[in-house]
Nanobody
Framework: QVRLVESGGGLVQAGESLRLSCVASGDIFAINSMGWYRQPPGKQRELVATVNKGGRTTYADSVKGRFGISRDATQNTLYLQMNNLKPEDTGVYYC?????????WGQGTQVTVSS
């Protein structure tokens, strides 16, 4: 089993920054990729950013240049640095991990950006 615990969400004003963290535990070996998704109010869950086992990163167009994903393998922690936040970044942010046994999700952390 894999357990993912997110933290770092909160209420900020537009233009401010937040850093999300996701601590992974359990069967965290042979990881293919990790990433962040978000679910805005009343909308479907969408991809924010991913990082694969080789360190290659991908970003949604809406966050390119503002968000940065990174992974500290020694600490089993995934980060999402979010700068210049906008009201449309509001939503529940979920950490995800993909390995041979499937996809795993955290419980989510709320990010609210006021205008």
């Amino acid at each position: 089993q894999v357990r993912l615990v997110e933290s770092g969400g909160g209420l900020v004003q537009a233009g401010e920054s937040l850093r999300l963290s996701c601590v992974a535990s359990g069967d965290i070996f042979a990881i293919n990729s990790m990433g962040w998704y978000r679910q805005p109010p009343g909308k479907q869950r969408e991809l924010v950013a991913t990082v694969n086992k080789g360190g290659r990163t991908t970003y949604a167009d809406s966050v390119k240049g503002r968000f940065g994903i990174s992974r500290d393998a020694t600490q089993n922690t995934l980060y999402l640095q979010m700068n210049n936040l906008k009201p449309e970044d509001t939503g529940v942010y979920y950490c995800t991990l993909n390995r041979v046994s499937g996809n795993y999700w955290g419980q989510g952390t709320q990010v609210t950006v006021s205008s």
